[in-house]
């Protein structure tokens, strides 16, 4: 049994995945795969994946639809509106020559507008046809309001990016990301450009089109996050500005920009609707990548993915990273039933910090195998602790229930990873945990994997 590793489920059970505090590795764990599709169809879905049927995935709460994979569903069908109550609807029949008069009558009335509107302009501020002179004023537009969502589409519009990334055979998808820097570093998801490592090519296309080619400098498949190289965007482009989500409330006002669908510069717009929301991001039985997200109802579709998700200060609080859907279903497509999670600024700090520093990412381990196939909400079982680690030498057994990480209370083995990954390699931290009946606590200090 490996390091925090939780107990790998039945094949068809995608609801538990590797722990925060699988054992330590020379080489990243395998990232998650998304199903590329052509960039015509829009971008890499990449959000949490569960099936609506069986056991319930940890961190579900009763009742709770588990999380789906972001592959669009097919949209339902528009239902007829309904009458006034007691009211028998009407037919209507119309004759054969109506809808060709109608369409007639618009494009003279269309024809008709186009010349009059021609008279409104050409004239230079007066109606033609004799009539005395109309003075015509013209001011400059509106400036979008400091604070509004305008505001923000216009100050972060030019930072934000759309990612193409094909493999060797030239198939992929697309994806988003933001400028970080002046040197033409940009940031993105793991998943985004997971289809590009092996011998294959990544564009980055500005607001305006523009297309870069650029390179891979260092990725995380743990925290699902890239940081890439464009040379000749160097110096061009202004960086988005950094924010904390640490500072954000429930029911504040957040922007979602990126290329939904492979629509670049769209921008959405919601309020958060829950912080610190445990979440699984991971395809199949890969899924390894486990996120203490911000959750918000701004609309976040595949191809939002790597995305800037940004306050009304016009400042990145999170990178947009997963979508939970009311399918299900692996084969189909799927949109924005209004949950979507981000990745929050301050890990995106971290883990960028290190990838430019080093070229990898690091992430905290207690050397644990912890039990994520189920959700009892009363805390997470150690299946098995590994010799030497960090956990056998704080003095933690297999049998024991973790119910804290700190001040945060653990409900299951994926929020304990959670919970352990906000933090860094070397920090300590406090684990409570009950063994037999009695409540203990441990310290123990975290020990970095790269990931």
């Known amino acids: 049994m490996t390091d925090e590793q939780p107990t790998p489920p039945p094949a068809d059970d995608p609801s538990s995945g590797p722990s925060p505090a699988s054992s330590p590795a020379s080489t990243p764990a395998p990232a998650p795969r998304d199903s ?48 006034a109550p007691g009211e028998k609807p009407r037919r209507v029949r119309a004759s054969r020559w109506t809808w060709p008069l109608v369409s007639v009558l618009a494009l003279v009335l269309g024809a008709v ?13 007066t ?15 509106i400036a979008p309001e400091d604070g509004s969502v305008a505001a923000v589409a216009a100050e972060l519009l030019p930072s934000t990016v759309q990612i193409v990334a094909s493999d060797g055979a030239g198939s992929g998808g697309t994806g988003s990301g933001f400028v970080l820097d002046r040197d033409g570093h940009v940031v993105t998801n793991n998943h985004v450009i997971d289809a590009a490592v092996d011998d294959g ?48 409330q429930v029911g504040e ?16 717009s919601g309020i958060v609707s829950a912080l610190g929301r445990p ?84 992430y905290p381990i207690i050397g644990a195998d ?11 079982r150690i299946r098995g602790v590994n010799g030497g680690s960090p956990a056998e030498d704080a003095g933690l057994r297999a049998g024991d229930l973790v119910t804290r990480v700190g001040d945060v209370r653990v409900t299951d083995g994926i929020s304990l990873i959670v919970a352990i990954r906000t933090y860094q390699p070397g920090e300590t931290v406090t684990l409570t945990y009950r063994r037999d009946g009695d409540e203990a606590t441990a310290d123990v200090t975290l020990m970095g994997v790269v990931g």
């Open 36 to 83: 590329w599709v052509p960039p015509s169809h829009g971008p890499l879905p990449y959000p949490v994946r569960a099936p609506q049927q069986g056991p319930a995935q940890p961190g579900q709460q009763p009742g709770q639809q588990p999380y789906a994979q972001a592959y669009p569903q097919p949209y339902p069908a528009a239902a007829p509106a309904p009458g």
């Open 113 to 125: 507008g186009g010349v009059l509107g021609g008279a409104l302009v050409v004239g230079g501020g």
């Open 127 to 141: 109606v033609s046809g004799g009539l005395p002179p109309v003075d015509v004023v013209t001011g400059a537009p």
């Open 201 to 248: 090519r990544i564009v980055v296309v500005d607001a305006n089109g523009n297309r870069y080619p650029a390179e891979l400098v260092g990725r995380s498949a743990v925290y699902d996050l890239a940081v890439l190289l464009a040379p000749d965007m160097a110096g061009a482009f202004t960086p988005a500005s950094l924010g904390a989500s640490s500072a954000l």
């Open 253 to 268: 006002t957040v922007v979602a920009i990126g290329s939904p669908l492979g629509l670049s510069s769209t921008v959405t």
């Open 279 to 362: 979440v699984t991001v991971g395809g199949g039985e890969d899924a390894s990548s486990y996120i203490n997200a911000v959750q918000t109802d701004a609309a976040i579709n595949p191809g939002n993915s790597g995305g800037p998700l940004v306050n009304l200060v016009g400042q990145v609080v999170g990178v947009n990273s997963a979508i939970a859907t009311a399918g299900g279903s692996f084969t189909g497509e799927a949109g924005s039933i209004g949950v979507g999670f981000a990745i929050p600024v301050e890990q995106v700090r971290v883990t960028v910090d290190q990838i430019l520093r080093t070229g990898e990412a690091r």
């Open 370 to 380: 912890v039990q994520t196939a189920s959700a009892t909400g009363a805390g997470a």
